[in-house]
């Protein structure tokens, strides 16, 4: 191997990298399962008592996109100077601490700012985690690798299992600020069990590398990278917008619940079996079935407010949402050198945070319309069916072979 980019010795003793990946995933499910997704639990609550509208309280989450845009670009310099094991730690101590700050105040404009930083240290985390994992699976098979991306990336259905079930408990015992202590207090267990994984990883040196050789060649993503962001925009408004239509339709807390754990519980199992199915397709066409199955999950609610339609929504919808991100990195993985492939999630995960930057507004000025939630739910649909659209084109522009 060259010596600019051999890998650093891992500071802790050896572990099997199922094991790795296992402790990897609690960074995903902290940033994105607690910190991120959770606040569609918190939102009614927050809307009721401070009396937002339905487009301030897309502002948040449109908040937490920018950051997370802001933080994908980041990750390149960051890793350059601190190394990937020490900024995904650190990360998660950041977005532990805005969350755990949210309960502190009702200032539309501090929790915009506490939603920025929380996407920032969110987006880090999340794509160095990524680099991670794919340097633990480095030395196994193409199938092995893919399998070691589809435990991490089921990371934020863990975080969205835990906070289903611990949330809506937390506002029956409270209000709004105590599901945020909860969700808080959540980020730091998850801190703490990543803490050895994120050491036992023998992560690559690129502080040696010239710094062209971290600039992935971006056309064989060309195609990947459009249906990335509007899938992006499209996944972002049902995951902020759902749990308000389901309680605007009459959902008490227990459905609510069972909603929500559901959701998570699906998502973080299906990210495992697409994979197989994943591996003896073509990317292009993968991608096309997965975002058929998430099409179909979000335009339930819309076309149906019953109990029933929002149990299939969550088993569909979760059954394809991580598994997007699971086969746009396992592409990357494969089109790219490995010193290349931290800084090429980050570029698709850039270009995954505009289209969150656009889909929480988009999705809550319609909410405010004649028209209500159930209209920013459709806009969302919408963008999913496009990126879906989008998706067969990866084969045309460079990209070939299977996901995995």
């Given at each position: 191997m060259d010596r600019r980019h051999r890998a650093r010795e891992p500071s802790g003793p050896q572990v099997s990298s199922i094991v790795v990946a296992l402790g990897l995933l609690l960074g995903p499910a902290e940033v994105l399962g607690l910190a991120r997704f959770a606040y569609a639990l918190v939102l009614p609550a927050m809307r009721r008592e401070l009396h937002w509208s339905f487009t301030a309280a897309g502002s948040l989450n449109t908040a937490n996109a920018v950051g997370y845009l802001a933080g994908a670009l980041l990750v390149p310099t960051a890793v350059r100077h601190g190394g990937?094991?020490?900024?995904?730690?650190?990360?998660?101590v950041i977005t532990a601490v805005a969350v755990l700050a949210s309960a502190a105040t009702g200032s539309l404009t501090v929790l915009l700012v506490l939603r920025v930083v929380s996407g920032v240290s969110?987006?880090?985390?999340?794509?160095?985690?990524?680099?991670?994992?794919?340097?633990?699976?480095?030395?196994?098979?193409?199938?092995?690798?893919?399998?070691?991306?589809?435990?991490y990336f089921a990371g934020p259905g863990v975080g969205i299992v835990l906070s289903g079930l611990v949330v809506p408990s937390a506002l029956d015992a409270g209000n709004w600020k105590t599901a945020w202590v909860v969700l808080g207090l959540l980020c730091f267990l998850c801190l703490a069990g990543a803490w050895p994984a994120a050491r036992a990883v023998p992560e690559t040196d690129l502080s040696a590398a010239p710094s062209r050789s971290g600039r992935p060649r971006l056309r064989p993503l060309g195609a990947l990278l459009v249906c990335y962001g509007l899938f992006g925009a499209g996944y972002i408004a049902y995951m902020t917008f759902v749990v308000a239509a389901l309680t605007k339709a009459g959902a008490g807390a227990t459905e609510v619940t069972v909603f929500w754990v559901v959701l998570g519980a699906t998502s973080a199992v299906a990210a495992l079996v697409w994979?197989?199915?994943l591996a003896v397709l073509r990317v292009g066409v993968g991608l096309f079935l997965v975002l058929l199955v998430l099409v179909a999950g979000a335009i339930l609610p819309v076309l149906d407010t019953g109990s029933a339609a929002a149990m299939a929504s969550a088993v569909l919808f979760g059954a394809a949402f991580l598994t997007v991100v699971t086969a746009m990195t396992a592409a990357a993985r494969r089109a790219l050198p490995a010193h290349q492939w931290t800084t090429a999630f980050a570029v698709l995960t850039a270009t995954f945070a505009l289209g969150q930057c656009a889909g929480p507004v988009l999705s809550g000025v319609l909410s405010d319309q004649p028209g209500g939630v159930r209209l920013g739910l459709l806009a969302g649909a919408v963008l999913l069916g496009a990126a879906a659209v989008v998706a067969p084109f990866h084969e045309l522009v460079g990209g070939s072979g299977t996901s995995g």
């Open positions: 990937e094991r020490r900024w995904f730690l650190l990360s998660m969110g987006a880090i985390c999340f794509v160095i985690g990524g680099g991670l994992t794919a340097q633990a699976g480095r030395e196994g098979s193409r199938r092995q690798a893919t399998l070691l991306l589809a435990v994979g197989r199915v």
